[in-house]
């Protein structure tokens, strides 16, 4: 049996380089080790059509000509419609070929996947025991896809079978180690401006927060069925080994010479007391590298009471993208953040600035809950702009399928929009109460451009002082931003009706 991976041709954002939008997707390397040592007689490809600059001309001849069994793909919700052009073409030229999907948009969107007889099965969850179980079959003479937790598929009559959520992998260092091999690594963010020959890794799975907003704690949740048939998440966080982290921190620096590690996890520093035996056991061995992390304010603040944040300055962290959200606590609140508040965020920052300026201060704001208005909205542009933090990253509040917020919206009159091809966090696709579509455009988009222009002199120093790897990427930063702005300003002289587009589309993506 061959399976051909595919991550279709995707556009680019506008904000920053080409090499800076194409990291490493991480679930193909991971759901190939899995098969790999489970299912070894099979044999696999993964293809990442922008690592390979493989435009679409050339990847239907590619999906046309290939040998394989099976063709599996997932992506985000805003690059479905990508997914099905690939789907298409697999139906058309390979019609016996198995085609499966995955992610976090298909499980709640079924008819994206089995409309048109487009796919034949939906893995959903945490894939990796989902999909050997179901190879298995596959290659039965007599397959029996009934009882395959994770499995959404259709029946022999068409229609379509849930076999529920499976439950989670509770010990993560069961899994092998992610299939890297299968993947050119070395052409990941080889010129990339931001993480410079970066890789993305992961130690922990899920999130104990259950934010409304968020689609990536339900993939990793633990799904429990009620009495009434239906299925509720319930947030559990759960992480791999300090030792088998290091494992893989030594195998991606000092086997693939990577410099750069891209710590995919929802909140790194979750649980602060293995952080805290992570950096000892880094600092012991001495490895030099950097690394980016996706994190929190309050995890953060406690890192730095247990001495746990300087120590993860020494041993190489250098940029925390952290979510602030939101200024008001009636929209923390609604977005399931009630711990969190603006204060705290503030207080974070002040302490980034002032005694660890190595590290990169990059928080995130979204706009428009529905009790948005213009008034509220102002504040929290201000408090962003107070904020004084090395990065500023303005948003609209999207809700993706999946997520407590999507079904809210669409059941309030508030969702507007139902193209998913516009749910890139750029757009607005959900109204207020208080504003419009176009008003939430008009108000909120020119201050998404405008709020990295306040406080020059500081966003100038921190381009020419303190650690050269900030110092580069706050420079290269101001020129991609510059070079962001003035696209969108060109708008006004283009022809009547153009819209600036957050996504560019790439020199070789017709191709």
């Given amino acids: 049996m061959n399976i051909l991976f595919v991550r279709p041709p995707r556009l680019t954002w506008s904000h920053v380089d080409e090499d800076s939008n194409n990291i490493l997707p991480l679930a193909y390397p991971c759901l190939a080790a899995q098969i790999r040592r ?20 050339r990847l239907e001849q590619h999906i046309k000509d290939s040998q394989y069994d099976v063709l599996a793909l997932g992506s985000e919700t805003v690059y479905v419609d990508a997914d099905k052009r690939v ?31 487009l796919a034949h099965f939906i893995v959903r969850g945490e894939g990796e025991i989902t999909l050997v179980k179901l190879l298995e079959q596959l290659q039965s003479p007599a397959p029996q896809y009934a009882g395959i937790q994770g499995l959404i598929w259709r029946g022999p009559n068409g229609e379509v079978r849930d076999e529920g959520w499976r439950p989670l992998a509770q010990n993560l260092d069961d899994f092998p180690l992610p299939a890297y091999d299968l993947t050119p690594v070395e052409k990941y963010a080889r010129h990339s401006a931001f993480w410079t020959n970066g890789i993305t890794i992961e130690h922990g799975r899920g999130c104990e927060m259950g934010c409304k907003f968020c689609t990536f704690w339900p993939q990793m949740a633990c799904w429990n069925p009620q009495p009434s048939g239906e299925w509720l998440p319930l947030p559990q966080y759960r992480t791999k080994s300090v030792e088998r982290t290091v494992e893989e921190v030594d195998w991606l620096i000092n086997g693939y010479k990577k410099g750069l590690l891209f710590f995919v996890d929802g909140t790194f520093e979750h649980d602060v007391e293995w952080t805290n035996r ?24 406690k890192c730095e009471e247990q001495g746990v944040l300087a120590k993860g300055v ?28 603006a204060d705290r965020v503030l207080k974070l920052v002040r302490l980034l600035t002032k ?47 999946g997520t407590e917020l999507y079904e809210e919206a669409k059941r309030e009159g508030l969702l507007k929009v139902f193209d998913h091809t516009k749910y890139n966090w750029f757009a607005p696709v959900m109204a207020t109460r208080y504003l419009s579509i176009e008003d939430l455009d008009r108000f909120w988009a020119p201050k998404i451009l405008s709020v990295n222009f306040h406080h020059p002199l500081h966003k100038i120093k921190r381009m020419f002082t303190g650690d050269p790897e900030n110092r580069r990427v706050m420079r290269i930063g101001f020129l991609m931003f510059f070079r962001y702005i003035l696209n969108y300003l060109l708008m006004f002289f283009r022809k009547p009706g153009t819209k600036f587009r957050s996504f560019v589309t790439p020199a070789w993506y017709d191709s």
Avoid at 280 to 299: P, Q
Avoid at 315 to 339: C, D, Q, T, V
């Fill in 278 to 301: 992570f950096f000892d056991e880094i600092l012991r061995r001495g490895d030099k590298f950097v690394f980016w992390t996706f994190s929190r304010a309050d995890t953060l603040l």
């Fill in 87 to 117: 789907l298409r073409w697999s139906k058309q030229y390979h019609p016996e070929a198995v085609r499966i999907v995955g992610g976090r948009h298909y499980p709640y969107n079924i008819s994206d996947a089995f409309d048109d007889d």
């Fill in 355 to 401: 005694k660890y300026p190595e590290v990169i201060s990059h928080v995130t704001f979204m706009g428009g809950v529905p009790e948005d208005n213009k008034t509220t909205l102002t504040r929290l542009y201000k408090y962003a702009v107070d904020l004084k933090c090395d990065v500023a990253s303005m948003h609209f509040l999207t809700p993706m399928p």
């Fill in 38 to 57: 489970d299912l070894p007689q099979i044999k696999m490809k993964i293809l990442d059509c922008n690592i390979e600059k493989m435009g679409w001309r």
């Fill in 314 to 341: 020494r041993a190489g962290w250098r940029h925390m993208l952290i979510g602030a959200e939101h200024s008001e606590p009636m929209a923390l609140n609604y977005l399931g953040k009630p711990g969190e508040n």
